[in-house]
């Protein structure tokens, strides 16, 4: 390779900070300037975005960084939709104030469903959570006293307070940008540091992973649950931003959806979950001019496209763009970094999970 | 007791096309020791072929046939071209790959032929035996006649043909088989493709029960995968059996359990994996896989 002149940036210092600082300002300009320089329905498509980054990156956390797998997504996000639905029609909620119910509801589940997940893997895990989204439309029909069957249910739109001026898409926006910031944050906490470390050791090589002291049941368990907690919560944001809720909503063409989002953008990434649910908004938008089966077929191309060509997603690629530019370095490292591989070996970090405090502080 | 006995007749038929649907899942696991969830998607797009075939003015039986011709090769086509790029690779990496695919045969059969059901022709007379009250159409009695003739012709091509006997070492061993001059490749793909025509028999014969439409395959897909999963997934006898089982349970628990009903059916394939998964993983006649650490 030819020696190119590229910007060095070293970890932890004061350049690098700024660097990260400046992207991070650039990318919340834009985020706060959507909804003034677009129309409204270009802002609902964008609040939409938010809406399933916040399901994508759940399941990020479950298939991304603890390489477990689920097609039944969709299951949570209904259950999500439906307790916002009921709480705000039935018993007179504040919309926001469903949400946090919306995942504790989804996250009891999703521990209910992590317990057989730690006999299961790969193939068979996937088994038992395609069946779980295949069931989730005719439950919901039965339940019709809750659910409103398959007549489906309105839910009123939340207006904007007075005092912000703004318009109702406009406000729908902010109050989803901001629980998706809440989210994002909740995510960061969760992959970074020991806990992250353990959750891609247990990915990578269980048993090891538990010979260095990784609990794997409680680590397997709590995974599924959080990541179906966050599915919940971009379900109940369906709930308040489209206004109605239906059984057809969550078939799983939406679970393998979030599936897609999720290879597209690229596994075990934050900022992929944005990109990956960018792609599964804007292809159908554009997609159903041509056919409405189009926008489908189009996300299950994708995912063999990417596993084929690019399996660290757009982010890998747009780390490879980076790379030709910018040179970030490990503080004390020399020479040139390589970029890691997405599913790497992170066994050597997980060294430093102690065995009990890693599983106390989820 | 007719009663009784007439569902768990109807539970058979039903089982019967389970069990063809599990046993190209377990060829293909056999063969490539994949899961694949494409495989009723790719049933359902054939069905749409005999279908398209049939209003062309084609006899349902040769448009069956010229069917299952046309599944044989797309179902090697899907494992060269799909399939092989990405063998070897991880469990997630191969799932992925066959959902897509998924998405790809359901939300394609809706590009090309729309959402709209349609009624797909029965390939049996409109015969009804009835033995002390007992009824039996025909259409059941000549799927369950159309299975034992698969499960024969399998047995046979696998137990006493040369072929077979490749396809088995193949699966078995890839490296010997390869140093003893068999065309490991050529054998998956003919393993996709016998399970692939096998599937678009399933689909046809289903049919014209179900309505045709993309979505008809998804709750038969669910049944095999709990038939396979019951009889265990390298075992082709145990998925015919557990096809079977899983078909007569479902009717029954459809009849006799009010909160299941007949809208509710689709619990039963559900709660028959999870606890056939959580009691004993391999299934009823599976191998055990031993791992090396």
Redesign the interface.
């Known amino acids: 390779m030819s020696e190119r002149r590229r910007v060095v940036l070293v970890e932890g210092t004061a350049k690098y900070r700024i660097a990260v600082a400046v992207v991070a300002l650039v990318v919340l300009a834009i985020a706060i300037a959507i909804p003034y320089v677009m129309p409204p329905f270009r802002v609902f498509q964008f609040t939409e975005v938010l809406m399933i980054a916040i399901a994508v990156l759940g399941l990020n956390l479950l298939?991304g960084y603890n390489?477990q797998?689920s097609?039944g997504h969709s299951a949570f996000f209904a259950l999500g939709a439906y307790t916002t639905t009921v709480l705000i029609i039935d018993h007179g909620w504040n919309y926001v104030l469903t949400l946090p119910l919306a995942f504790a509801v989804a996250f009891a589940a999703g521990f209910l469903v992590g317990i057989?997940a730690l006999?299961?893997?790969?193939?068979?895990l996937?088994?038992?959570t395609?069946?779980?989204a295949?069931?989730t439309p005719?439950?919901i029909?039965?339940f019709e006293g809750v659910t409103g069957g398959a007549m489906g249910r309105s839910v009123p739109k939340p207006g904007a307070p007075g005092w912000t001026g703004l318009a109702q898409d406009q406000w729908h926006y902010f109050v989803v940008l901001a629980i998706t910031a809440v989210m994002v944050l909740i995510a960061r906490n969760l992959v970074s540091g020991r806990i992250g470390r353990a959750l891609r050791a247990v990915r990578d090589d269980g048993?090891a992973a538990e010979t260095m002291g990784v609990d794997l049941a409680i680590f397997k368990t709590l995974t599924f649950a959080y990541s179906a907690g966050f599915a919940g919560v971009a379900g109940g944001i369906f709930a308040f931003v489209v206004g109605f809720v239906s059984p057809e909503s969550f078939t799983?063409?939406l679970a393998?959806g979030f599936?897609?989002a999720m290879?597209v953008g690229g596994l075990s990434s934050i900022s992929g979950a944005v990109f990956g649910s960018l792609f599964y908004v804007f292809v159908p938008v554009y997609a159903a001019d041509v056919?409405?089966?189009?926008?489908?077929?189009i996300?299950?191309?994708?995912?063999?496209v990417v596993?084929?060509l690019m399996?660290a997603g757009v982010v890998g690629v747009l780390r490879r763009v980076r790379g030709l530019v910018v040179d970030v370095r490990k503080p004390g490292a020399h020479g040139p970094t390589v970029a890691p591989p997405v599913?790497g070996r992170d066994l050597s970090e997980a060294a430093g999970v102690p065995a009990t405090s890693s599983s106390a502080e989820l | 007791m007719a009663h009784f006995v007439q569902q768990v007749l109807d539970g058979l038929a039903s089982g019967a096309i389970y069990a063809s649907l599990a046993l190209a899942l377990v060829l293909i696991f056999r063969s490539t020791h994949i899961v694949n969830f494409a495989q009723g998607e790719m049933a359902m797009f054939a069905t749409f072929i005999a279908w398209q075939l049939f209003t062309w003015g084609v006899p349902v039986w040769a448009a069956i046939a010229a069917t299952l011709v046309v599944a044989f090769l797309g179902g090697m086509a899907v494992e060269r071209m799909v399939i092989r790029p990405v063998e070897g690779s991880s469990e997630l990496t191969i799932v992925i790959v066959t959902l897509g695919l998924l998405l790809v045969f359901n939300q394609g059969a809706g590009w090309i032929w729309d959402f709209i059901i349609k009624q797909f022709p029965n390939p049996f007379p409109a015969h009804v035996f009835d033995v002390g009250g007992v009824r039996t159409t025909a259409h059941t009695a000549g799927v369950v006649a159309v299975l034992l003739l698969i499960v024969l012709g399998l047995w046979a091509l696998f137990q006493h043909t040369k072929i077979g006997l490749a396809m088995r070492a193949a699966a078995e061993n890839p490296e010997s088989s390869r140093l003893v001059g068999i065309r490991v490749g050529r054998m998956m793909m003919l393993g996709w493709g016998l399970a692939a025509a096998l599937g678009a028999l399933a689909g046809c014969l289903v049919a014209p029960r179900l309505f045709l439409e993309p979505n008809m395959m998804f709750s038969v897909t669910i049944y095999a995968f709990a038939a396979a999963t019951l009889g265990g997934f390298d075992s082709p006898g145990g998925a015919v059996l557990g096809g079977l089982i899983v078909g007569v349970t479902e009717n029954l628990a459809g009849t006799y359990i009010p909160f299941i009903h007949q809208d509710l059916k689709i619990l039963v394939p559900l709660l028959v994996i999870v606890a056939v998964l959580l009691v004993r993983p391999n299934g009823l006649f599976g191998h055990r896989e031993v791992v090396r650490v």
């Open positions: 298939t390489g797998i097609l057989p006999r299961l893997h790969g193939l068979y996937a088994l038992v395609l069946s779980l295949i069931v005719p439950l029909k039965r048993l799983l063409v393998i599936l897609s290879v056919n409405d089966a189009l926008s489908g077929v996300y299950g191309v994708a995912l063999i596993m084929f399996p599913v």
